[in-house]
């Protein structure tokens, strides 16, 4: 007999069926200037992106593959300037004065996103838009990724439609 996947087996210990759920699991224990690193640690980031990934795909929300790869690309364009700025000198004072203010205007964007299509996009913007909060430095934000390309990848696995 085969194990069951460490996904689904969160997502039914975790009782994560909905995005209300999801939020409240990756910021169940989260204090005031919480790093998001700490926060969102391996095992709640696959569970959680497994779970919001099968809710987008669902056929009641059905958001678009192309929809949140567009989202993630904008987010590997901000990652390739913050990964130049990085490199710099004094980059934790540059990071949070020019990365930022990119990643935090994103968050209007994905506003008007949900205004345009609220019932594909509301599951995705209430999970992530809290998140663009606690984005405090480089670390953080390959975390945000990491989370933002799980939940891509396990949308087309749970049938997301192109």
Known sequence: MNPEPMEDKLLKQW????????KAKIFENYTEG?????ILD???????????????????????????RRFY??????????SRIRAESGADNTFKSKIIPQILMLKPLLANAKAKQRRAITPFFEV??????VVKDG???????????AIVAYHKYCGGKD
């Open 128 to 133: 992530i838009n809290p998140l663009f909060d």
């Open 15 to 22: 009782n994560l069926n909905t995005e209300k759920d999801i």
């Open 139 to 149: 670390n953080d934000y390959d975390r945000f990724c990491d989370f933002v390309e």
């Open 73 to 82: 690309g904008s987010l590997l364009n901000i990652k390739a300037s913050a």
């Open 42 to 68: 391996g095992e709640k980031l696959v569970a959680c992106s497994y779970a919001l990934g099968r809710i987008l795909a669902s056929y009641n929300v059905g958001l678009k593959t192309a929809q949140l």
């Open 34 to 38: 919480e790093k998001l690193t700490d």
